[in-house]
């Protein structure tokens, strides 16, 4: 059983960074493909991020290139999405999945389990 638990999200300025932890209390984030995704209001879900183990691969929507990070702690059963330079645009509700299909997954569809949510607002 999959049970992702995410961190609080925050208020922060437009340039300023911001980080979300995903945390899997049923321990089984190591055979999973793990992604963010994001949905602001009156828009659809839409991909940010994703990480797979087979293969060890990492995918960005160009709208966060370069400017995040999605990164794992095995040890902590963790996914991280470090989000610097951050934009207005960037705000919106951002939640973590995971997935039981092999290799990066860009559909929400494409996942099996999500977590609850975690609002992040940017300002100016």
């Known amino acids: 059983q999959v049970t992702l638990v995410e961190s609080e999200g925050g208020l922060v300025q437009a340039g300023g960074s911001l980080r979300l932890t995903c945390a899997d209390s049923g321990r089984t984030f190591r055979r999973y493909t793990t992604g963010w995704f994001r949905q602001a209001p009156g828009k659809e879900r839409e991909f940010v991020a994703a990480?797979?183990?087979?293969?060890?691969?990492?995918y960005y929507a160009d709208s966060v290139k370069g400017r995040f990070t999605i990164s794992r702690d095995s040890a902590k059963n963790t996914v991280y999405l470090q989000m610097d330079s951050l934009k207005l645009e960037d705000t919106a509700v951002y939640y973590c999945?995971?997935?039981?299909?092999?290799?990066?997954?860009?559909?929400?569809?494409?996942?099996?389990?999500w977590g609850q949510g975690t609002q992040v607002t940017v300002s100016s």
């Open positions: 999945a995971a997935s039981a299909s092999i290799g990066v997954r860009v559909s929400p569809d494409a996942y099996d389990y």
């Open positions: 990480m797979s183990w087979i293969p060890d691969s990492i």
